[in-house]
């Protein structure tokens, strides 16, 4: 069975979307060895292929041309049983779409997004959705919001959790303290870690409101790292950090490496999200042993089970106290960090290749194989 797999998105510095499409190649190493995978990439190849996942090259990333015309060609010149997307498919294929929407947040709260992004997100994923023939989410969460949102019959679209990105991969306390003063980091104090893209979802205005509280007040003395790159209304977000001048940090996007030594190195992670379909970073966090404290919105509470402290995102006061719980308390930090390293062996990407694997033998003895 021949599947095409589009990562143009790899090294793109697209994050969430970038970290499925390689954890998942990741996965099919060693496994589902009646599938030949074909990853449609852009620039050099992230890893060495094998004899069952074969890299192939794309002329350009720009979607014009990848989703009217290369992949379309590909698909039939290839002779794939199914073709594997995210979020957009091609005008045509001659292979069933297997579709991957990691969330639909555009259309439930478009206010997130740039006028830009939202006009191709609201142009191209309900096309794309009505295409595919089968649907991919990475929560019950999203699974059930996109349901309700495009009315898609329940079996058409399975819910497929993930597993940590290249994050996740151990490194040393030492060794993570040379890449933090390689950043700039002079590590004097404490610091809690939050981890994504700066724009309105992720909330990190109410964070620093809470964040201030306890540092102005004396309650702890902490600094604040906040890594990601900056997305739609960033400046926002930066403007706010002023109320608290010299404690909180800004990295901007950084290697895996450099962000699995500032997990490592971190003495709390906070998420404070107002929505996410899955939520790496915290599972990324819970690997690396350290305590999480994050949002009960979307799937963050089906992703952290009992080994997290939730708070409601809209409350600031919320969002300080149970911080200030954490910061407080040794003992509480320990048994947060043990039941995280727990919750995080549940999440793998042989898993999720696996599953995903059934979904592309289904999806193609429903149109036929080769």
Same mark, same amino acid.
């Given at each position: 069975?021949?599947?095409?797999?589009?990562?143009?998105?790899?090294?793109?510095?697209?994050?969430?979307?970038?970290?499925?499409?390689?954890?998942?190649?990741?996965?099919?190493?060693?496994?589902?060895?009646?599938?030949?995978?074909?990853?449609?990439?852009?620039?050099?190849?992230?890893?060495?292929?094998?004899?069952?996942?074969?890299?192939?090259?794309?002329?350009?990333?720009?979607?014009?041309?990848?989703?009217?015309?290369?992949?379309?060609?590909?698909?039939?010149?290839?002779?794939?049983?199914?073709?594997?997307?995210?979020?957009?498919?091609?005008?045509?294929?001659?292979?069933?779409?297997?579709?991957?929407?990691?969330?639909?947040?555009?259309a439930t709260n478009p206010e997130w997004?740039?006028?830009?992004?939202?006009?191709?997100?609201?142009?191209?994923?309900?096309?794309?959705?009505?295409?595919?023939a089968s649907i991919i989410t990475d929560?019950?969460?999203?699974?059930?919001?996109?349901?309700e949102h495009y009315r898609v019959p329940?079996?058409?679209?399975? #819910?497929? =959790?993930?597993?940590? +990105?290249? !994050? /996740? @991969?151990?490194?040393?306390?030492?060794?993570?303290?040379?890449?933090?003063? %390689?950043?700039?980091?002079?590590?004097?104090?404490?610091?809690?870690?939050?981890?994504?893209?700066?724009?309105?979802?992720?909330?990190?205005?109410?964070?620093?409101?809470?964040?201030?509280?306890?540092?102005?007040?004396?309650?702890?003395?902490?600094?604040?790292?906040?890594?990601?790159?900056?997305?739609?209304?960033?400046?926002?977000?930066?403007?706010?950090?002023?109320?608290?001048?010299?404690?909180?940090?800004?990295?901007?996007?950084?290697?895996?490496?450099?962000?699995?030594?500032?997990?490592?190195?971190?003495?709390?992670?906070?998420?404070?999200?107002?929505?996410?379909?899955?939520?790496?970073?915290?599972?990324?966090?819970?690997?690396?042993?350290?305590?999480?404290?994050?949002?009960?919105?979307? #799937?963050? =509470?089906?992703?952290? +089970?009992? !080994? /997290? @402290?939730?708070?409601?995102?809209?409350?600031?006061?919320?969002?300080?106290? %149970?911080?200030?719980?954490?910061?407080?308390?040794?003992?509480?930090?320990?048994?947060?960090?043990?039941?995280?390293?727990?919750?995080?062996?549940?999440?793998?990407?042989?898993?999720?290749?696996?599953?995903?694997?059934?979904?592309?033998?289904?999806?193609?003895?429903?149109?036929?194989?080769?």
């Open positions: 069975m021949r599947v095409g797999l589009d990562a143009h998105m790899a090294g793109g510095q697209e994050t969430g979307n970038e970290t499925y499409v390689k954890g998942l190649v990741a996965g099919f190493e060693g496994a589902a060895e009646d599938i030949d995978l074909l990853v449609f990439h852009v620039g050099s190849p992230w890893t060495v292929g094998s004899a069952h996942i074969r890299f192939r090259r794309l002329l350009t990333a720009n979607p014009y041309v990848r989703l009217g015309a290369e992949l379309p060609l590909r698909s039939l010149a290839q002779r794939l049983d199914v073709l594997h997307m995210t979020y957009a498919a091609p005008v045509w294929a001659a292979a069933p779409v297997v579709l991957t929407v990691h969330d639909i947040c555009y997004f740039s006028p830009r992004d939202l006009h191709v997100l609201t142009t191209v994923v309900p096309r794309s959705i009505r295409q595919a929560s019950e969460s999203a699974r059930r919001q996109i349901i329940d079996e058409k679209i399975s #819910a497929i =959790p993930i597993g940590a +990105g290249s !994050a /996740a @991969i151990p490194i040393s306390l030492e060794a993570a303290r040379q890449e933090m003063l %390689a950043l700039g980091f002079g590590l004097e104090r404490p610091y809690v870690l939050t981890v994504g893209n700066l724009q309105p979802r992720k909330n990190l205005v109410r964070l620093f409101e809470a964040f201030a509280a306890l540092v102005n007040g004396s309650k702890h003395d902490i600094d604040l790292v906040i890594v990601g790159p900056r997305r739609f209304r960033a400046e926002e977000i930066t403007r706010a950090a002023s109320s608290v001048a010299g404690r909180i940090h800004f990295t901007g996007y950084i290697s895996d490496r450099q962000l699995a030594a500032s997990y490592r190195c971190s003495t709390v992670f906070v998420l404070p999200s107002l929505y996410e379909g899955f939520g790496l970073p915290v599972l990324e966090a819970m690997t690396h042993g350290v305590p999480v404290v994050c949002s009960d919105a979307g #799937a963050l =509470p089906e992703v952290c +089970g009992e !080994a /997290a @402290i939730l708070f409601d995102p809209l409350s600031v006061e919320n969002i300080a106290s %149970a911080l200030d719980q954490v910061l407080s308390d040794t003992s509480l930090r320990q048994r947060l960090a043990e039941a995280g390293t727990i919750r995080a062996r549940e999440f793998s990407w042989k898993t999720t290749a696996a599953r995903t694997a059934a979904i592309y033998r289904r999806t193609s003895n429903g149109r036929g194989t080769k």
